[in-house]
């Protein structure tokens, strides 16, 4: 399946003309696009499984093109943001990029520039959302695990022998075993050192390992 | 004892006791010679009624030649006696009269001794016996010598003189005395003169009775004289008490009263002045004493002027110290006048004051102008310097002490000097603190001729030396070039506040036509997308220009409206000097220019054009031009790093203003689009300061062009209307 078929530029601008020539832009260039007014419109029709990038002016009624990219990071939005402005200090440059932007373009920028900006954004967000996506398979993969063979992961993570793990949790050492047995076929994971590497990015994604 | 020897004895012994009485009296007081004369008078009264007795009871002849001899002493005494009591008493009657009386009796006197006889009885005159008060007496039987006229004549001047005397006092206003005593002596000589007359010629045959007479005279002038005497003592207890009063007075205020009569050496002082004098309790104050306890060097000053009052009278004042008895140096002001309407020679008199006080607060004060941080002159009404501190001095250039005692006006330039003095003159009658030369720079003039600018305050004071001008005085040199350099300043920053507010607004307004143009853009950019497309969305590119029309013309309505901004900003033309107008343009790019090492010239034929214009538009007009100019060469070898800034008359009625850089010019194609909003050759620029330019010159209408600078670089001109 196409993802990337599935990817909208989202289009901020207050001004009515720009707003329209920037749509034609785009599709004629072969993307998706939806145009919004303000930032409040994008955020409230804003969808969790929203892809696609932002192209966004600075001077916006309302929440200003830096606050929407600061809410679209709250709200957990993967979609990354490209900047075009009538003007722009160094300030608000640097302050968009630092929060995350993908570029920062004044609104007469060359054709070349603006479109390449889009494409990066658009390249980024699948990975990002790819990304994420892993993630959150790692993670519902991980729930299936029940209290103890979390914490038998824990302990096999440290590199324990399931002796001391036994020893460790009280249990018999053909216990640890058949917990270890269950644990690999519920992750589909095969090797130690991918289990660790697993549950570190899972931990890192903030899951709960259990244990200490 | 017979009535005659009783009646006759208690008259001698009545005039001599008032004799004697007076005699004492007179010995007590010096002064009063009529109580002597008065005596006089009496003791030969006295003599007189003894020799009168004797001779009524003369034996015989003999006997009363003898008596006759000496009676004429007493007589004498009698006669010398009246007139002088009149002429120290009443003091009326002609000297010269009273002489010639004397002269003769006393001619008379000297012949009557110097004979053997009496002169009034000649030898062989019979007596003759009457009957008196049951007595029997003798009176001399009637002869006469010619002695007799030298002596009669006396007594009939004596008359003359006494009813002259009682004319004089009558008319002096002295009735009483003129009538009481004058009168009655008058009286009595005559009438004495007329009985021995006629006793003498036998006409009547009385003894010689005038005895009791001059009793009654002498008792009545000295009656007289206790009242002047009595009024003399009433004088002097009036005058004790006036003393007493005075002297408690005196003792209530700080002042101490002392009063020295220089011929008595009696010095009377009030406690007080015992104290100013630095006399000690119980020690008699003497002025000896209190020169000579003064400190040496006031002695000499003390002493002359002591001796000025007393020699030369009049008032005289001196200051000296002397040590009280607590041993505190105490300093007394005192007022010394000699009084020479008395009698008695002169007399000193003293007013003394504690001004140790003041002494001391004037000390403090000298202190405190001394130490103060200004320069302080202490000025007298006469505008002479009484005192100028050290700051002062130095101020002005002046050593130590060189101020004091000249006239304030050294200070001042010698162009305001008059204007000065009336200025203080004005002050002296109206003394009051305020600042001087209130609204007019005031300059002060140094020893040595220069001039600074300063600031002064004056203030009115009351000191020990009278009234006083105390005048500070700041350099206020610094603080002129401070705030010549704030105005500066200033100036410079509301230029610059101008012309980034012109920033700001380009800035604005960029902002405002981007909008349009990248919609433009964008559309053009997607129009061309879709005419490579097939097939050819010709509804999607009618809908494209369409907008990008609408969108031209909303740029074009932005821009108009930035110059109906600027045209409507009410062009207030006035007529302005170009001197003016670019100096104060080129003083504020300076700091620039220096900074890129450009170095500014200026030139203006003729140099008084002027121009119509507002002053703030043309000066933001050439500060853009040379702000572009220095920019432009910066860049540039040194020789090259010139800007030239020209203002001349164009011979049409206009003025033109240019501005000629030697940088690297202008492409010939771009000298009208430089004018053209967003047209930049700097990397960072907007492109909007000679847009707006050219605004304000059309609003003004003038021109403005660019023309390449022969041998490399741009001349921008601008033309205006030159002023009448």
């Known amino acids: 399946m196409n993802e990337a078929a599935l990817d909208v530029v989202h289009i901020v601008d207050d001004d009515e003309s720009f707003l329209r020539s920037m749509a034609r832009l785009f599709s004629a260039s072969g993307y998706r696009v939806r145009t919004f007014a303000c930032a409040e419109d994008l955020l409230a029709e804003l969808t969790p499984d929203a ?18 990219q600061e809410a679209l990071a709250q709200a957990g939005c993967v979609m990354p943001v490209v900047f075009v402005t009538g003007h722009g200090g160094i ?13 920062f373009l004044t609104k007469q920028a060359p054709l070349p520039d603006l479109l390449a900006a889009v494409q990066r954004a658009l390249e980024r967000g699948a990975r990002e959302r790819a990304e994420h996506h892993r993630v959150r398979d790692l993670c519902a993969r991980l729930r299936l695990l029940t209290n103890r063979e979390r914490e038998v992961l824990a302990l096999v993570v440290q590199g324990r022998m399931n002796k001391e793990i036994a020893d460790a949790l009280a249990i018999h050492e053909r216990t640890v075993k058949l917990h270890r047995t269950s644990i690999t076929n519920k992750l589909q994971v095969h090797s130690v050192a991918e289990l660790t590497r697993l549950v570190i990015e899972a931990q890192a994604h903030g899951a709960a390992i259990g244990g200490h | 004892m017979s009535m005659v020897t009783v009646l006759w004895s208690m008259t001698a012994a009545a005039s001599l006791t008032l004799a004697a009485v007076y005699l004492l009296i007179w010995l007590g007081a010096r002064r009063q010679v009529a109580c002597l004369a008065f005596s006089v008078l009496g003791v030969g009264i006295a003599g007189f009624a003894g020799l009168e007795l004797a001779l009524m ?71 003759r016996e009457v009957m008196l008060l049951g007595e029997r007496v003798v009176i001399p039987a009637a002869a006469w010598t010619p002695w007799l006229v030298l002596l009669h004549s006396a007594v009939l001047l004596l008359v003359v003189f006494l009813i002259d005397a009682s004319v004089t006092v009558w008319r002096r206003g002295e009735r009483w005395a003129a009538v009481v005593v004058g009168g009655s002596a008058s009286l009595f000589a005559l009438q004495g003169l007329a009985q021995v007359l006629l006793v003498l010629w036998g006409v009547l045959a009385f003894p010689l009775g005038i005895s009791f007479g001059s009793l009654l005279v002498l008792m009545v002038m000295g009656v007289e004289l206790s009242q002047k005497i009595r009024g003399g003592m009433e004088a002097t207890v009036r005058l004790q008490r006036a003393e007493q009063r005075t002297t408690m007075a005196a003792n209530l205020t700080e002042v101490g009263f002392w009063s020295w009569d220089v011929k008595h050496e009696r010095i009377w002082a009030s406690d007080r002045a015992r104290a100013h004098l630095g006399g000690r309790d119980g020690q008699p104050v003497s002025m000896r004493r209190f020169v000579e306890g003064l400190r040496p060097d006031q002695r000499d000053l003390v002493q002359r002027t002591i001796d000025r009052a007393r020699f030369d009278g009049g008032e005289h004042q001196v200051e000296y110290a002397i040590v009280d008895e607590g041993g505190q140096t105490r300093w007394i002001a005192a007022r010394v006048t000699g009084d020479r309407s008395g009698e008695d020679g002169v007399v000193v008199r003293g007013v003394t004051m504690d001004i140790t006080g003041r002494k001391t607060a004037d000390a403090r004060f000298m202190l405190t102008i001394e130490a103060s941080p200004t320069a302080v002159l202490l000025v007298n009404h006469g505008g002479v310097i009484e005192l100028a501190n050290t700051k002062a001095e130095a101020l002005f250039g002046y050593g130590h002490g060189e101020l004091t005692g000249q006239s304030v006006d050294v200070l001042v330039p010698t162009a305001q000097r008059a204007m000065h003095r009336t200025h203080r003159e004005r002050f002296a009658a109206s003394p009051a603190a305020r600042p001087m030369g209130a609204g007019r720079e005031l300059e002060g003039r140094r020893k040595d001729g220069t001039e600074f600018p300063l600031e002064a305050g004056l203030t009115p004071i009351e000191t020990g030396r009278g009234p006083l001008v105390l005048c500070s005085v700041v350099d206020i040199t610094l603080r002129r070039k401070a705030e010549s350099e704030i105005a500066q300043l200033r100036e410079g920053l509301s230029h610059a506040g101008r012309v980034s507010m012109m920033g700001q607004l380009a800035s604005a307004l960029a902002h405002e036509l981007s909008q349009p143009l990248g919609a433009i853009q964008r559309n053009a950019e997607a129009a061309e997308l879709v005419l490579g497309k097939s097939p050819t969305d010709l509804e999607e590119l009618r809908a494209i220009v369409t907008d990008i029309q609408r969108d031209d013309r909303r740029a074009g309505a932005v821009i108009d409206r930035i110059r109906g901004m600027l045209r409507h900003r009410q062009v207030d033309l006035r007529p302005l000097r170009a001197t003016e107008v670019l100096s104060d343009a080129v003083a504020v790019v300076r700091t620039y220019a220096d900074g890129a090492g450009v170095k500014l010239a200026t030139e203006i034929v003729p140099e008084t054009l002027g121009l119509m214009g507002d002053r703030i538009a043309v000066q933001q007009v050439v500060l853009n031009l040379l702000f572009n100019a220095i920019h432009a060469v910066r860049a540039q070898p040194a020789e090259r790093r010139l800007v030239l800034v020209r203002a001349e008359a164009d011979g049409d009625g206009g003025a033109r203003l240019s501005v000629v850089d030697r940088g690297c010019g202008v492409p010939p194609d771009r000298l009208t689009a430089v004018f053209q ?31 390449p600078t022969p041998g490399g670089g741009a001349t921008f001109h601008c033309t205006l209307r030159a002023a009448p």
């Not at chain 1, 990029?97 to 570029?103: S, T, Y």
């Not at chain 2, 009443?90 to 009496?118: D, E, P, Q």
């Open chain 1, 91 to 103: 300030p608000d440059s640097v302050r968009a990029m630092r929060n995350g932007a993908e570029d």
């Open chain 2, 57 to 127: 009871y003369a034996a015989d002849s003999a006997e009363y030649a003898r008596l006759s001899r000496w009676i004429q002493l007493p007589t004498w005494l009698m006669i010398a006696g009246l007139v002088f009591f009149t002429r120290t008493h009443l003091k009326a009657g002609r000297m010269w009269l009273g002489w010639t009386i004397i002269g003769l009796r006393t001619a008379a006197l000297v012949v009557n001794f110097a004979g053997t006889g009496s002169i009034t009885f000649p030898a062989g005159t019979g007596l």
């Open chain 1, 51 to 68: 892809q696609g990038c932002v192209v966004a002016d600075l001077c916006l009624p309302g929440k200003s093109g830096l606050e929407l």
């Open chain 2, 677 to 707: 909003p967003f047209v930049t050759t700097k990397a960072d620029g907007l492109g909007m300061g000679l847009a707006i330019s050219r605004t304000i010159v059309e609003a003004h209408g003038g021109k403005i062009w660019a023309e």
